[in-house]
């Protein structure tokens, strides 16, 4: 069975879609096996700050140049063709981008090659003395005599151009849009012109900005902010923004569809995400603009680290993310990598506040870096305040985006007015499950994973710390407790159940979707005791538990693996390494569609349908 595990996968995915196909009364038609290489859309991708150059074939990161960054060299920057020194030779230095189309068209000018992203790095410390990984942001190799150094260099941003770009999800008819600027404090709000038609600039909508300075760093950032609401369903807009300096540039025009209440709901979901040559951003870009997803979760672990190398990290991470953010709105979710970035995740708190936008009672944001700023202030702009169940805090919140109501918790703390408030939501959920009648709650850590069971003794402060993921490219490690009474994965793992699952269960959770360890695995539906109720997805008696927890690690390799996990007692079905992601598709109220998606090549490797006829609380006996 192991060794044609990989042939009767295949042939598995293409019989369910075809049983799919003629289950489910669909007008779109769908490739579900093997998605054929196909060129990058790169309309309304590039800003005056960020140009995507290209992508390769199907998967991986792509290539971007920064034309209005500056060069810290001596005597500038090189051209990317003819840049060979006393430490590359042009062969190697060919060998960082993706496409040599893109290393002719960067010429001179900074940028992050992909193949080279994440080169040398782990998921450990600081590596911002390795330029050629594109750490810290765009660089390039300096022209140089002889043994003169530095042979390459970061570059400087623009102070008055916007970047990192990005649109969060408030609710299905509102979405903020953030943005950053590196000027002094401007005196006015910032600006976005919205328009229906594209070359037109429509109407201007002003925002919020908010100044923020490192702690001990002699850094500031201008976080702006500007809410579109009343959004038609599906309709494609169009827009730039600006800050409110007179200085400020104009971004380019940037284009996304609406979200929506009814109809196919297409979201794409894993955790556990840096800016490496095989994360899954190209994948997204392509997906959305041929509308394959109309929106991204985001379970947590972001950039690795946001704070790092003063910032300027978080600044590469989003400025690399702003190609497929700034045309599919995003709802993030907090990661232990949030939770001890060194400011007790009070940067992502800020980076997300535009999920609490249009906030009446005065809101307090606590974050201590530029990118928690940028995160945490969009999420509580939006979905904060605009989410069926409003938290003004962007720990935890919920949405509704078409036909799935989706839950984002924060389990390095599960506090009892997180407890409450879930409480509260999913009993709003659902009574409204006429409307929105699949319920995902995701988190950054599994509830019901394998890798946990098979290491219930082990040290739980080290599996949710960063230090067990110091060189996991693939999977997770564990330790033994270091001292007698130490907490155990296990206990761990029970609080975690002995808590969520009873109110899993009284509100009929259709989904769990975690990240954290960094593989795939997908279960069969799970009822008491951790245990499996029935060895299929039709009329599940208990949540389907799922980790894909590898959307491109630092350091992942760029091959993929996957075979069955199931086992006497277990509800583990099927197990996945590698980068990769997933597209979840709710066809209609009865049937939810798990596409597991590898980054390197695109293709679906994993593909099973839930059918719930009869959506409510779970029996607790089973």
């Not at 193949?115 to 450990?124: M, N, Q, R």
């Not at 429509?202 to 201008?222: E, K």
């Not at 996304?256 to 994948?283: C, E, I, L, P, Q």
Request: hydrophobic fraction near 35%; aromatic fraction near 10%.
């Amino acid at each position: 069975c192991t060794l044609h595990w990989g042939f009767l996968l295949q042939c598995g995915i293409f019989l369910h879609s075809l049983f799919i196909s003629l289950s489910i009364a669909v007008s779109e038609s769908r490739e579900h096996v093997v998605l054929k290489s196909q060129s990058r859309r790169n309309s309304n991708m590039a800003l005056s700050t960020i140009t995507v150059l290209s992508t390769m074939v199907m998967g991986n990161m792509y290539d971007l140049a920064f034309p209005t960054y500056a060069s810290t060299c001596a005597r500038g920057c090189a051209p990317w063709t003819s840049a060979a020194n006393k430490n590359f030779t042009q062969e190697k230095i060919d060998a960082m981008w993706f496409s040599h189309e893109a290393q002719v068209a960067a010429k001179d000018n900074c940028a992050m090659p992909a193949a080279s992203a994440g080169a040398h790095e782990c998921d450990c410390s600081d590596k911002d003395e390795i330029i050629t990984d594109s750490f810290a942001g765009p660089w390039c190799f300096c022209v140089t005599e002889g043994q003169e150094e530095p042979v390459a260099a970061y570059c400087e941003a623009p102070q008055s151009i916007p970047e990192q770009i990005n649109l969060q999800i408030a609710a299905p008819d509102v979405v903020v849009a953030s943005f950053v600027t590196f000027e002094p404090m401007p005196r006015g709000p910032p600006i976005a012109m919205l328009s229906e038609t594209k070359g037109e600039d429509g109407v201007t909508i002003t925002g919020v900005s908010h100044d923020y300075t490192i702690p001990n760093a002699n850094r500031s950032w201008i976080l702006n902010f500007v809410k579109f609401t009343a959004l038609q369903p599906h309709k494609t807009y169009y827009y730039k923004v600006k800050s409110g300096s007179s200085a400020c540039t104009w971004s380019e025009t940037y284009a996304f569809r609406a979200g929506y209440k009814t109809g196919v709901t297409r979201v794409a979901t894993y955790g556990d995400m840096g800016h490496s040559a095989h994360n899954n951003m190209g994948n997204m870009q392509a997906d959305c603009a041929a509308g394959t997803i109309d929106a991204i979760l985001h379970m947590g672990d972001h950039c690795y680290n946001l704070d790092m190398a003063n910032d300027h990290r978080g600044d590469a991470y989003m400025n690399a993310f702003q190609p497929v953010l700034s045309q599919c709105p995003w709802m993030p979710v907090i990661g232990n990598h949030e939770a001890s970035d060194g400011d007790h995740f009070n940067r992502y708190l800020n980076m997300t506040w535009g999920e609490v936008y249009g906030n009446n009672p005065p809101v307090h944001s606590t974050a201590t870096t530029r990118l928690g700023h940028l995160l945490s202030k969009a999420t509580l702009y939006g979905a904060a305040v605009h989410g069926p169940t409003p938290t003004l805090n962007s720990r935890y919140i919920s949405s509704d985006f078409g036909l799935i109501h989706i839950v984002g918790l924060d389990l390095n703390t599960l506090d009892v007015d997180q407890v409450a408030w879930l409480k509260q939501d999913l009993a709003a959920a659902q009574a409204n499950r006429a409307n929105v009648p699949w319920i995902m709650v995701s988190s950054h850590f599994p509830i019901v994973h394998k890798g946990v069971a098979d290491n219930w003794n082990a040290s739980a402060a080290y599996y949710m710390g960063d230090g067990s993921e110091h060189y996991a490219t693939s999977g997770h490690e564990f330790k033994p407790c270091a001292t007698p009474g130490c907490k155990t994965v296990g206990e761990l793992a029970q609080d975690f159940w002995s808590i969520l699952a009873p109110i899993f269960v009284e509100f009929g959770v259709d989904v769990y979707n975690a990240g954290h360890v960094h593989s795939y695995e997908a279960h069969f539906p799970v009822c008491k005791d951790s245990k499996p109720c029935q060895y299929n997805y039709i009329n599940p008696k208990g949540p389907v538990h799922i980790t894909e927890g590898n959307g491109g690690v630092p350091g992942v390799p760029g091959s993929n693996g996957i075979k069955g996990c199931a086992a006497l007692g277990s509800s583990c079905r099927v197990t996945g390494t590698g980068g990769a992601y997933a597209r979840i598709t709710a066809w209609n109220a009865t049937h939810m569609t798990y596409d597991h998606v590898e980054n390197p090549t695109g293709n679906v490797t994993d593909s099973f349908t839930i059918i719930q006829t009869n959506h409510g609380p779970f029996n607790p006996l089973d």
